[in-house]
């Protein structure tokens, strides 16, 4: 079974990356771009979905694209804060359901990370109870 | 047709076509038919028989014939239709209807289905009964037919899910149940109902994908072997053809490769979703198919010739693509771009790998083995289809022409890039345009053409800055330097290198390999000698804080700054800079008044150091610089109840927050910096800046007096120039020029006169050096003294008030001048000295008015009118200065306080009169008061001054009094006027030796009239026949009043009047008690005549009453000059309005003394009063000098027993 590569980061409404994490790190700079152009859908979505969405509060945005190798997620909060998952494509194992949960932790610690007063919202995300969350979770995806 | 279906599956409108052959009993079908369509349903039969004996001759056993090969076939689907022709019946009327050969029929064949025969008459009649058997019989056909077809679909239905249950057997073959289940799809499609065709074809679609992921897993049926053989053709999706015959019959002989399959299970399902309208969908589930089309291979282990894949998806992108186009019109197509876009960039992507692999992208072109590649890879094609044969543009013509040569593949590349990028662009994913960007840009790069190129990386660039994404920046750059370098952009490219060498992102060596460009470039020799290169400095280096020495930032004119900067460079390696310079821009300020020293300091905050914001760091958040929330609470309470009704937050500066954000453009835009020249540089040269912090001093000299702003900063390296165009806060240093200066000022709070003082001079040289022989020179003043002493000495400080040097003081004083010699001291130098002044008590009856004013007390009047004040008198001494800077002199005021206050009274006993002078020490410090003296002036021999008080010196203490008493004694009577002059020596208390001899303070005051004239005495006696006085009895109050003295000088005035014998004056006497313990009755004053010789006595009688007991003061008797109203009036009086209006002036002036004291401004205004009384004049009181009553009875009490009827005791405790 081929190795999942869950590249994982958070990005703000202004679209700069709060908090990025992959793994392997070598091909970073790829998810990188992966990530970035991925925002068009994200944008595309929430723009789409208007004010029904808020409503429903589904924050999940679903398969953003699949592209030959990965496939990416995406999930708004409700302060537009867009959590973005790349995965690789291989990894049948993740469901939507799972994706979904993920998605759900992250938001989880992301709100722990903002309830913290010393956290300057906007700031890069160094909270290292964020970051071991996000590691485990990348542990218990591969 | 209505088409009910069972599994409460709805009922739906179908068209069921409908063939009709003659029947064979091969067409038949046989037990285990897997077909669905290819046989007989319904079978009829027709005849047209109507004779009875006909009928069961041949018709029966035809029909009964017929009827077992149906039911050997276990068909049950059969209808009988007979004819009925008119003419024929005409002829058998008298045949019952009951025994008509329909019922024959009917009875014979259909025992329990009499539907299953039709009547059918007159066919070929056009008659209403024609139409009406002819509807009859269609309509049972048609539900015939539709029943035998659910009955058939059924079965198959059920016979196919039979054979998906038994997949996991050894030996299913996936592509047997393709063909049944595909037959399904067939008999829906042709019923029209694509969605269920297509839900067939979804169904094998996810049972294959289910089978390859399970492969993958380890769970391997054996059929998928066979999908797993090498990939040998790849000639895209055909989408044209409604059924892809070819591959379904690969599919059918179970040759199909895994694309095979996938190909026409594709193309099937593109068809019948094209049926349904819904091209988009193709769309997406041909992204979605190519790509797990691409993993199943992967997944499955298939080899695959490298690029083979890049082959097939291009052209299936493509194929899908004019699918779409082909059934759709423009507009559709531009709405639904969002949609094919993935399809396009795909694309794209794979025909760029493509050009990658077969070296079409190389400057040189492709090389023999690329080209073997590209053949192999045309091969796979196979030949083109016959279908798009025709088409010029075909998906297989595009990619055979692409592959076949350089520019063809540019083209193409080109073509299909920008059709992305514009794809992308118009439904606004500006991102992932950038990134196709990029992509493209890499391609020129390949093509030598780095100018196209660099349009694309400075989009991308830009983008991916304005939302800080570090990595995809640096790497971008990286590209970007790249290209610049190519394009021969020195400036840009220096300026892209240097930003890479800071790039924390990057590896050492390539940062540094970025530094040492931009210093290879620094230290080549350029051509044109005055040509810069100007960059930006922010990412050289960033300028962190800056210092000024002094730190006031405050420096005369030649006078020496230092400005000490803190740079962190950021480059990775130690950068040798040539210069390093700061560009200053020259003011000067107007306004002269604020360029001294004192008030720029005063005005400037200490310490000198002043911090710069970091600038956005490497990877710049540009949130960061937004204003934090300023909120506030709100509350909203209805005027009327004060209620609250609404409350809130309110974001104060919501402006600044919800402003449109700039699109990024400032932080690339730096670009255009300008050097400034001025005239006026800070410069360093030959500075290593290693990385990280480093500190350059810079020294100037100020010359120019105003204000120098700093405004950029310069590095530069050869021809290159690091330019931080603004320095932000602004920063500025002052350099003033100032006017020589004489300050003279007292070192305590106020000078005392008499004591020697000290005083500062402070010299400010500004910008006069002072030589050696300057000196100052101050014009003496008599009254003041400056004291030299030989120890003086001068202390210079410099003017950040440093002590420089120290130096003797010479003073030289002569009769007009004191001279001070100064000490030589530099410009803008303070020097500070202090000389002790004494300010000489008046000397008597000398000097001007100026020098005697406050030094001495004023002349009293005798009549002590100073108003009792507890400041002391000061005097105020001009001193003029010559300075030696200036030929016009400073004239500088100094103020001395007296310490005294002085005050004297006269006392009398009987005729003996005594002085008593008071003084009083009013300042902070002790004295000793000695030598005490009182001299009496002029002419005064007759009189004698006795002192009574100790000759001892004395001790003032701060804020007391010490007094001293003379008795005066006369020779000669009267005595005359005491012009008294009081001297005393003092010192203070705390200083036991003083170097010069202090004057001693004098005080001169006059006495008049102090000889006494009269004497009042005042007796009370109880009542006749009581002992002793009791409260509420009438006493007797006796006043004597007795001149002492004949006529006297004094006694000259307006009330003397002369008689025969003798001088008589009137004195008017007043009986007052002011503590309330006697009651006056009667008259309590009077005017009495007084003879106006010695021993002349006038005695008044009074009723008093007691009101209380004890011993009691007796009351005031006073006596007053009783003055006729005007004596050139007096005349014209007559007596009785006289004394009419004496009582009534008297009383009231009774009443009025009690409250006044001022009797001759009373009189005055009695007598501005009584003018209105028909003009008449009112007589004036005027007391008696206080040495001229003596009031013998002052002091003397008189008992008073309570009375014995009072029932009340009184006892009052004072």
């Not at chain 1, 790349?86 to 722990?112: G, Q």
């Not at chain 2, 000639?235 to 399959?261: F, S, V, W, Y």
Request: hydrophobic share 35%.
């Amino acid at each position: 079974m081929a190795v999942p590569l869950p590249g994982d980061k958070t990005v703000v409404a202004q679209n700069y990356p709060l908090y990025i994490r992959s793994v392997p790190t070598e091909s970073e700079l790829k998810f990188h771009y992966m990530v970035h152009t991925s925002l068009d859908v994200v944008d595309e979505k929430i723009s789409a979905m208007g004010k029904a969405l808020v409503d429903q509060r589904e924050l999940y945005l679903g398969l953003l694209y699949p592209t030959e190798d990965y496939k990416v997620y995406g999930y708004v909060t409700n302060s537009k804060v867009k959590f973005v998952m790349v995965v690789d494509s291989s990894n049948t194992a993740l469901r939507d359901n799972e994706i979904r949960s993920m998605f759900r932790k992250l938001h989880n610690s992301y709100t722990d990370v903002m309830c913290n007063p010393f956290y300057n919202p906007g700031d890069r995300i160094q909270s290292r109870a964020f970051d071991s969350m996000v590691t485990s979770m990348m542990v218990q995806v591969c | 047709m209505e088409w009910r279906r069972s599994y409460g599956r709805a009922p739906k409108m179908i068209h069921l076509e409908s063939n009709f052959v003659q029947f064979k009993e091969e067409l038949l079908p046989k037990e285990g038919n897997k077909a669905l369509l290819t046989f007989p349903f319904l079978h009829i039969y027709w005849t047209e028989c109507c004779d009875t004996e006909v009928y069961k001759a041949t018709v029966k056993d035809d029909l009964t014939k017929w009827q077992n090969v149906l039911k050997s076939h276990s068909s049950v689907d059969w209808l009988i239709v007979v004819v009925e022709n008119d003419a024929k019946k005409k002829n058998k009327t008298n045949i019952l209807p009951r025994t008509s050969i329909v019922d024959k029929i009917r009875n014979d064949f259909c025992n329990k289905q009499s539907d299953r025969c039709v009547v059918l008459s007159d066919p070929l009649k056009d008659s209403s009964r024609t139409q009406e058997s002819w509807n009859a019989f269609l309509t049972k056909l048609r539900t015939l037919l539709l029943m035998s077809f659910t009955k058939n679909l059924g079965k198959f239905e059920d016979d196919m899910r039979t054979l998906r249950e038994k997949r996991t057997e050894p030996g299913w073959s996936f592509c047997e149940y393709f063909m049944v289940q595909e037959e399904l799809a067939f008999v829906f499609e042709m019923l029209q109902q694509f969605e269920d065709a297509l839900v067939q074809y979804d169904e094998l679609d996810a049972l294959f994908s289910q089978y390859v992921v399970n492969f993958g897993a380890g769970d391997g049926a054996n059929w998928l072997t066979f999908f797993c053989q090498p990939v040998k053709s790849w000639n895209g999706l055909i989408l044209r053809k409604p059924i892809d015959m070819e591959k379904r019959e690969l599919i059918q002989r179970q040759e199909a490769t895994l694309l095979d399959l996938r190909s026409y299970l594709f193309s099937r399902q593109c068809t019948l979703l094209l049926f349904l309208q819904r091209p988009w969908e193709v769309a997406q589930r041909a992204l979605e198919l190519l790509h797990s089309c691409v993993q199943e291979l992967e997944l499955l282990d298939v080899s695959v010739p490298p690029g083979a894949l890049d082959c097939w998806v291009f052209l299936s992108c493509l194929e899908v693509l004019q699918r779409i186009e082909g059934c759709c019109d423009r507009v559709q197509i531009d709405s639904n771009i969002a949609h094919t876009v993935g399809l396009w960039s795909y694309a794209t992507e794979k025909l760029k790998s493509l050009g990658y692999l077969c070296g079409l992208v190389s400057e040189k072109g492709p090389n023999s083995e690329d080209l073997n590649r590209t053949v192999d890879l045309l091969a796979g094609l196979g030949a083109e289809r016959p279908e798009t044969a025709n088409t010029a543009q075909s998906p297989y013509k595009k990619l055979k022409e692409a592959l076949s040569s350089v520019e063809a593949f540019e083209k193409h590349y080109l073509d299909l890039s920008h059709a992305t990028i514009e794809m992308y662009t118009s439904i606004g994913r500006i991102r992932s345009a950038k990134f196709v960007g990029k992509d493209l840009a890499e391609f020129y790069m390949r093509k030598k053409s780095p100018q196209k190129a660099e349009v694309y990386l400075q989009g991308a660039l830009k983008n991916y800055l304005a939302e800080g994404w570090a990595l995809p920046v640096t790497h971008t750059r990286k590209q970007l330097a790249e290209c610049q370098k190519r394009l021969g952009q020195i400036e840009n490219y220096l300026q892209t290198s240097s930003l890479l060498a800071s790039d924390c992102h990057l590896t050492e060596e390539e940062r540094e390999s970025f530094c040492r460009e931009i210093l290879s470039f620094a230290g080549r020799q350029t051509d044109s000698p005055g040509h810069k290169i100007v960059l930006p400095l922010h990412s050289f280096a960033h300028l962190r804080d800056l210092r000024f020495t002094p730190p006031n930032a405050v420096v005369h004119v030649g006078g020496v700054l230092s400005v000490e900067i803190t740079v962190c460079s950021q480059m990775p390696v130690p950068v040798q800079v040539e210069q390093i310079a700061i560009h200053v821009h020259f003011s000067i300020e107007k306004n002269n008044y604020r360029k001294t020293a004192e008030w720029l300091t005063k005005h400037r905050a200490a310490g000198g150091l002043v911090s710069f914001p970091t600038e956005a760091a490497p990877c710049p958040a540009p949130q960061s610089s937004l204003p934090a929330l300023e909120l506030c609470e709100m509350f909203e309470r209805s005027p009327s109840d004060n209620s609250l009704n609404t409350t809130g937050i309110i974001c104060k500066n919501v402006h600044m927050l919800l402003r449109r954000q700039e699109s990024g453009a400032a932080l690339e835009a730096s670009t255009g910096v300008a050097l400034e020249d001025g005239a006026h540089v800070l410069k360093c040269t030959s500075v290593t800046l290693e990385p990280g912090a480093n500190t350059i001093t810079f020294r100037t000299q100020a010359r120019e007096p105003g204000t120098y702003t700093l405004r950029q900063l310069c590095a530069s390296l050869g021809p290159v120039c690091f330019v931080l165009p603004h320095i932000h806060p602004p920063v500025q240093y002052d350099v003033y020029s100032q006017e020589p200066q004489l300050r003279v000022e007292p070192l305590a709070d106020s000078l005392l006169a008499g004591i020697p003082q000290k005083v500062k001079f402070t010299v400010t040289t500004g910008h006069y050096t002072v030589k050696n022989g300057d000196s100052l020179q101050l014009s003496n003043i008599e009254a003041m003294l400056i004291l030299c002493h030989a120890e003086n000495r001068a202390v210079i400080y410099s003017n950040t008030r440093e002590k420089a040097s120290d130096a003797a003081l010479r003073v030289q004083s002569s009769d007009k001048v004191t001279s001070i010699s100064l000490p030589a001291a530099p410009a803008y130098h303070m020097i500070e000295f202090e000389l002790e002044v004494l300010s000489l008590p008046s000397a008597p009856a000398a000097g001007g008015e100026s020098a005697v004013l406050g030094t001495t007390e004023p002349h009293w009047k005798h009549r002590d009118t100073q108003k009792a004040s507890h400041s002391m008198a000061t005097t105020d001494h001009r001193v003029s200065i010559d300075c030696p800077w200036s030929i016009y002199s400073t004239v500088i005021a100094l103020t001395f306080s007296m310490p005294f206050r002085t005050t004297h009274s006269l006392l009398s006993a009987g005729t003996r009169k005594y002085v008593q002078v008071c003084v009083q020490n009013l300042s902070e410090l002790d004295f000793h008061l000695s030598d005490s003296n009182l001299v009496a002036a002029g002419d005064s021999s007759d009189l004698r001054l006795v002192p009574l008080h100790t000759d001892s010196q004395q001790h003032v203490r701060s804020e007391q009094a010490a007094f001293f008493v003379w008795e005066l004694k006369w020779t000669r009577e009267p005595p005359p006027p005491l012009h008294g002059q009081f001297s005393v020596g003092f010192s203070p208390a705390s200083e036991q030796r003083l170097s010069v001899s202090l004057k001693p303070y004098t005080y001169e005051f006059q006495v008049d009239n102090f000889f006494t004239l009269y004497s009042v005495t005042a007796e009370i006696s109880p009542p006749p026949g009581a002992e002793l006085c009791k409260t509420g009895a009438l006493c007797s109050l006796e006043v004597t009043i007795t001149r002492l003295a004949d006529l006297l000088e004094v006694d000259k005035d307006e009330a003397l009047t002369e008689s025969a014998e003798y001088f008589s004056t009137k004195l008017m006497y007043e009986v007052v008690d002011n503590s309330s313990n006697w009651a006056v009755c009667g008259k309590s004053s009077g005017v009495v005549s007084m003879p106006v010789c010695a021993r002349a006595t006038h005695r008044v009688h009074m009723e008093v009453m007691p009101l209380f007991a004890g011993y009691l003061p007796l009351p005031d008797v006073r006596l007053f000059k009783y003055l006729p109203h005007h004596s050139a009036h007096s005349s014209q009086l007559d007596a009785d309005s006289w004394i009419e209006n004496d009582g009534l002036s008297v009383d009231k002036h009774v009443d009025e003394q009690l409250d006044s004291s001022s009797i001759r401004s009373r009189g005055s205004g009695h007598s501005a009063a009584s003018s209105e009384h028909k003009g008449l004049p009112m007589p004036r009181l005027q007391a008696l000098p206080p040495g001229q009553v003596f009031n013998c009875s002052a002091g003397t009490q008189v008992l008073v027993v309570p009375s014995k009827d009072d029932h009340v005791l009184e006892v009052s405790v004072t």
